[in-house]
């Protein structure tokens, strides 16, 4: 996986929002509880640690945290909380890094798996959580489910989130199951900033069939952390894998 120019410096210092957004309570404290039953007392793995939005939290809470993370900026901005010693970090592709040990869960958030743009990216990167875990681990991830019923026929962009100082829409390219979010904010009065974020797009399905190529079977299937039901309106997926135990 080549390192998307998103993650990059500027992108890592404004990245946290205590509090709000996908750092508030009420968003982040289902994902750390559910972290800490599935962890079942052992050790996690998170792929794609970031700025440890998740990983802080949920060290804090006892479990102890080992990370990977691509992006050189974010993971300096992780260590402005943590130092090494407390979330050990591997600097790699979370599709093909090892981290040293064996873990009880592995853990992907917030659609970052879309981040991997080609379907061989995402298999290896079921392959490598199988790799990292122990007998009878698990592998949970949560995925956005694509707005394609939205598109419009003959039209390939949808509008996601539109206030006052924020337009954010996605593009599709549905041949190639791609799509570019396109974030506009207003940081001064006239100074728009865009950033834009590249992914592949794929379905609780296709998750299903990359877990059986690396050898893991489902457990559960929910709409979110809190274990409410996927249903055909559900914005999002949380799928856990258990490695065989034998």
Known sequence: MGLDETWNAETASRYDTPGVGMFAP????????????????????EFAIGTGRVAVPLAARGVPVTGIELSEPMLAQLRTKVDDATIPVVL??????TAPGEFSLVYLV???????????????????????????????????????????????????????GYAGFDTYDTVNQRLTSHHYTEV???????????????????????????TLTLDSRHADWTGSPLTPHSPSAVSTYRKPTS
């Not at 003959?154 to 006052?164: I, L, M, P, S």
């Open 92 to 97: 790699g592709d979370m599709a093909t890094a």
């Open 26 to 45: 009420e968003v982040l404290d289902p994902v750390v509880d559910r972290l800490v039953e599935l962890a079942d007392g052992g050790a996690a793995l």
């Open 110 to 164: 917030f659609n970052t798996i879309s981040n991997l743009l080609t379907q061989a990216e995402q298999v290896q990167c079921f392959r490598n959580a199988a790799r990292h875990l122990r007998p009878g681990g698990r592998f949970v991830l949560e995925l956005g489910i694509p707005d394609l019923r939205k598109l419009p026929p003959g039209q390939d962009a949808v509008v996601f989130d539109h206030r006052e």
């Open 188 to 214: 001064a009065p006239g100074d728009i900033r865009l950033v834009r974020s590249h992914h592949r797009y794929l379905w609780p399905a296709e998750l299903d069939l990359m877990a059986q190529l690396a």
